[in-house]
């Protein structure tokens, strides 16, 4: 019986010499474990990421753009920012023990389908409180393609290659914080439907941002369930069928598991069998080792890192683009504090929200700084 990660590392050796080969194998940093199909997976786990880096990090600029259509004034901002993120954090630990559940795939085609839906209805929404609900539901939907994406891509993945191959999908986060203000600096729509019912930009930016995830289910919808979750859940056949897939795909039609030696595949530390306790219980349970050694201290330097990013983000990218907005209806030099305590006092009215190749800018200033500082947090905190 062989080890699944041994079965990867044979799937993945390419038929040509070392010097002949492809440009992607080189990038992994390895001839082996890393075939056409971990690579087609590779793509599609990208364009999963960098779409929900558009939901999550995005909405700033939609938020900011929206502000004069959907009549967003600030109390209203802090219960939109709250609700998506309360969302997040509600429905993560629950998908994570689904996708135990069900198969990371399942989830992530579900989940996903209810995102994309849920963003398009909100982008279409003529007001703020149908608007809060639509993005309430995409921050709870967002959270299963969050948790269940690495795992997945990790799992078809030879383990001395998996940090490497999670870093590179990670940089679809960059590209997406970069890419999103760009597009919006490009667009600019205004077009009466009905009433006062406009398709303004944010509207086209919120349909745009759709783009990546909807490439990604579709190619997801054609690639196979983790043979490592069939594993964990004693469905061996079922298992030993994906990595028959992947050496047809990986070595040629003509190449079996059974000429390469492989008849059984087995993988140590197997999930045991689920607890038979209500939900709150079972979570709790599975979570309680990432307070203790060794876990403690990586699950504390990640939560810093996403606190941060996360807090940049939307604290800088949403609230800075309405100060700079304050700061051009005064003529004298005055602090912020002066100005937002002047903003809640006399009720001044913020003008026009428009995405345009200036604001924007500082949205790109705003996002690498989002990028760089997470890590110089963690850097720090390793001295």
Known sequence: MADIDDVYGMLGKPRWEDKQQSYLIIIFGSSTGFGRMQRTIF?????????????????ALVVASSACDLHIDDHRMSWLMSAVFTAQILASHYMGDKADDI?????MLI??????????????????????VMRFLVG?????????????????????????????????IGLSMIIVPCTAALIDVNILIYNDYIFSSWRLLILLNLLPGLTAFVM????????KYYLSVNENGKALAVLEECCRINKGKDVTLASLGVNSVTQPR????????N??????????????????????????AVFVQFGLSFGLGVWML??????????????????????????????????????????????????????????ALKM
């Open 111 to 132: 989940s996903g389908s209810l995102m994309i839906l849920s963003s398009l209805l909100s982008a279409l929404m003529p007001e703020f409180w149908s608007f809060l």
């Open 279 to 304: 939900c709150v219980a079972r979570l709790w349970y599975e979570s309680l080792p990432l307070l203790q050694k060794p876990y403690v201290r990586n699950f504390f330097l990640t939560s810093t």
């Open 270 to 277: 197997l999930r045991g069998a689920t607890i038979k306790r």
């Open 103 to 107: 198969g990371r795939r399942k989830l």
């Open 43 to 59: 793509v599609c786990c990208i364009l999963i990421q960098a779409y929900i880096t558009n939901e999550q990090m995005g909405l």
């Open 220 to 227: 997801l919808y054609r690639l196979p369930e983790s043979p």
């Open 322 to 379: 309405r100060i700079r907005h304050l700061i051009l209806q005064v003529e004298e030099n005055e602090t912020i504090c002066v100005l937002i305590k002047e903003h809640g006092d006399k009720k001044m009215k913020l003008p026009t929200v428009r995405q345009g190749v200036l604001n924007m800018f500082l949205y790109l200033y705003i996002f690498l700084l989002c990028i760089i500082c997470p890590f110089s947090v963690i850097y």
């Open 140 to 172: 709870v939907f967002v959270s299963g393609p969050a948790v269940a994406m690495q795992t997945y891509l990790s799992e078809f993945t030879k383990f001395s290659l998996r940090p490497k191959v999670l870093n590179y999908v990670s940089y679809a």
